[in-house]
């Protein structure tokens, strides 16, 4: 496997999610599957270029920042801390992907996947 992952590193360098150099590595870990595999399939799914971990870093910032305008606006610091904790908390622990669903490019990714079925059940030798 370790050879496996050097000789893809080695043809296709890095990878970012919906590039063409991802893609020629999937394509090539498919070909290779079809030698050891009963079955492999590609699953595409969109992601945007930005990182949605930067925008909870920046969502969880507003708080802070919403405790220091406490003092001005009690009402309009809790509103903030309340918007942000429930768009990071519908994000990062209920999946619900609002962060990634913001208006921007978006790129077309997949994964590879494939399954060696289990061969017919053979009885152990006897003592």
């Not at 870990?29 to 270029?49: C, G, M």
Request: glycine letters at 4%; a positive charge; charged letters at 20%.
């Amino acid at each position: 496997m370790l050879k496996l992952i050097e000789e893809i590193i080695a043809k296709f360098g890095p990878r970012p999610a919906g590039t063409d150099a991802e893609k020629n590595a999937q394509l090539f870990i498919y070909n290779k599957s079809a030698e050891l595999t009963d079955q492999r399939e590609f699953f595409a799914f969109r992601r945007i270029p930005r990182c949605p971990v930067r925008q909870t870093a920046l969502l969880y910032s507003h708080i802070f920042r919403s405790t220091g305008a406490y003092w001005l606006s009690p009402v309009i610091a809790f509103a903030i801390s309340f918007v942000n904790i429930t768009v990071a908390t519908l994000d990062m622990l209920m999946y619900k992907d609002i962060l990634t669903s913001f208006p921007g490019p978006k790129r077309t990714s997949s994964n590879v996947t494939a399954t060696l079925e289990p061969q017919a059940k053979q009885n152990p030798p006897c003592c």
